[in-house]
Nanobody, 124 residues
């Protein structure tokens, strides 16, 4: 497992942008698939975006496709989520997650390391 710490959340107006960062410590960050999930009160945690260990493959939920971009810098043990054209429905706690699987999966149970979460609030 790796230890994950997110940052970059905050309050932004509709149409604005935020960039989330997640710094990892521990073993072999470069061998993990990384992903971002989000959760609102009373709802299940949902997959937002994922990136392969090399960064060569990415996958997005339909709700964020074309607006969000996931990237990683293995030299810095960091994964990013650039969020543009934000909408009120993007308001949630965003979590960084790491999976030892070799492919990007959207199922929460396949990720064995989680950060503490960072709040993103989009005002209308």
């Amino acid at each position: 497992q790796v230890q994950l710490v997110e940052s970059g959340g905050g309050l932004v107006q509709t149409g604005g942008s935020l960039r989330l960062s997640c710094v990892a410590s521990g073993r072999a960050f470069g061998s993990y698939v990384m992903a971002w999930f989000r959760q609102t009160p009373g709802k299940e945690r949902e997959f937002v975006a994922g990136i392969s260990w090399s960064g060569g493959n990415t996958y997005y939920a339909d709700s964020v496709k074309g607006r969000f971009t996931i990237s990683r810098d293995n030299a810095k043990n960091t994964v990013y989520l650039q969020m543009n054209s934000l909408k009120p429905e993007d308001t949630a706690v965003y979590y960084c997650a790491a999976s030892p699987k070799r492919t990007i999966l959207t199922t929460r149970s396949t990720y064995d390391s989680w950060g503490q979460g960072t709040q993103v609030t989009v005002s209308s």
